[in-house]
């Protein structure tokens, strides 16, 4: 089965990024990117971790 791809905008610790992806996950991807989003938020503003790609381990 042939699935059609599109490109949705999602927002991660203020920076916007065009991610390609099956039409068919595309309201899953964009869900998963709104949780990645509040917990990164919620690590960064607690400011014990800095560094993105350490609030990324963190919230991983």
């Given at each position: 089965m042939?699935?059609?791809?599109?490109?949705?905008?999602?927002?991660?610790?203020?920076?916007?990024?065009?991610?390609?992806?099956?039409?068919?996950?595309?309201?899953?991807?964009?869900?998963?990117?709104?949780d990645?989003?509040?917990?990164?938020?919620?690590?960064?503003?607690?400011?014990?971790?800095?560094?993105?790609?350490?609030?990324?381990?963190m919230?991983?």
């Open positions: 042939s699935d059609t791809t599109t490109t949705i905008g999602i927002r991660i610790l203020d920076n916007e990024y065009q991610v390609s992806c099956p039409e068919s996950e595309a309201d899953e991807l964009a869900a998963a990117a709104r990645l989003n509040q917990r990164m938020t919620r690590i960064r503003e607690a400011g014990k971790v800095f560094g993105v790609e350490r609030i990324a381990v919230a991983a």
